[in-house]
Nanobody, 117 residues
Framework: QAQLVESGGGLVQPGGSLRLSCAVS????????LRWYRQAPQKEREFVAQ???????IYADSAEGRFTISRDYSRNTMYLQMNSLKPDDTAVYYC???????????WGQGTQVTVSS
């Protein structure tokens, strides 16, 4: 078993920044790839960004150039730095851990991000 716990969400004005954190259980942090997803009201959950165990990153088109995903092995924590936020970024943001070595997939409980003036 493993746990993922998000934090850092909140209310921010358009153009502002937020940094989300995802604390990941130590027993999986080093061996699982990590992702951020988000789900806006009445929409399906969508992929935002991924960082692999080797540090390779990929982004959704909506996040490219504005968001930065990273992982800190000393803190067992993943981050999502979000800049130039738009109202369309309003959603619950979830962190996710997965591996190709098993079917185990873990999710956090989500953190609300609201971009509004």
């Amino acid at each position: 078993q493993a746990q993922l716990v998000e934090s850092g969400g909140g209310l921010v004005q358009p153009g502002g920044s937020l940094r989300l954190s995802c604390a990941v259980s130590a027993n999986i942090f080093n061996t699982y790839h990590l992702r951020w997803y988000r789900q806006a009201p009445q929409k399906e959950r969508e992929f935002v960004a991924q960082v692999t165990t080797q540090g390779t990153t990929i982004y959704a088109d909506s996040a490219e150039g504005r968001f930065t995903i990273s992982r800190d092995y000393s803190r067992n924590t993943m981050y999502l730095q979000m800049n130039s936020l738009k109202p369309d970024d309003t959603a619950v943001y979830y962190c996710n851990a997965w591996t190709s070595r098993s079917r185990d997939v873990y999710w956090g409980q989500g953190t609300q991000v609201t971009v509004s003036s």
